[in-house]
């Protein structure tokens, strides 16, 4: 019997945890693509962003199916930053929600969702919504998580 609670409760924490990033995914509808000039917009703000903190970082910018439209490196950042800002992009758009979101939960000890395909577990990836509809993403790598998802939230929030 008492076996059978606890089963029941770990089942319920499970089930507490993982509704608790389900219920982070937006509910817009993709839209139409980013094209290249609001793609250099929303790269140009997150530049921005990135020079006033004093952050070297990549910038990347994706469509709806995650293909990369703009990409932007500052002069001085590891070459890691390529692949991660362009992962962060990825799997904010195809999660419909910002990769902050996998990072506090996985966080919080449930690694459940790092077995998903495509899941970047850590802040700087945004999705980028215009008229309601997700158009695209932002990814950016070279700061700490929160100076990433400060700089890409800066990005994302030029296109309304």
């Not at 094209?35 to 250099?40: F, G, R, V």
């Not at 419909?96 to 996998?102: N, S």
Request: hydrophobic fraction near 45%; charge should be positive.
């Amino acid at each position: 019997m008492r076996k059978l609670k606890l089963t029941a409760v770990v089942a319920v924490m499970c089930l507490f945890i993982a509704g608790s990033v389900m219920a982070q995914q937006m509910p817009n509808p993709y839209g139409p693509n980013i094209n290249l000039e609001a793609a250099k917009k929303v790269a140009a703000a997150a530049e921005q962003e990135a020079k006033n903190i004093k952050v070297n970082a990549v910038i990347a910018i994706v469509d709806t199916g995650g293909n990369l439209v703009y990409l932007e490196r500052f002069d001085v950042v590891q070459w890691g930053s390529l692949d991660v800002a362009i992962h962060k992009a990825k799997c904010s758009v195809g999660y419909k929600r910002a990769t902050k979101a996998f990072e506090t939960v996985i966080g919080g000890g449930n690694v459940t969702y790092l077995t998903l395909d495509g899941v970047s577990a850590i802040e700087g990836g945004v999705p980028i919504i215009q008229d309601g509809k997700i158009i695209g993403a932002i990814g950016v790598s070279g700061g700490s998580s929160a100076q990433d998802g400060q700089i890409s939230q800066a990005g994302a929030a030029v296109i309304k």
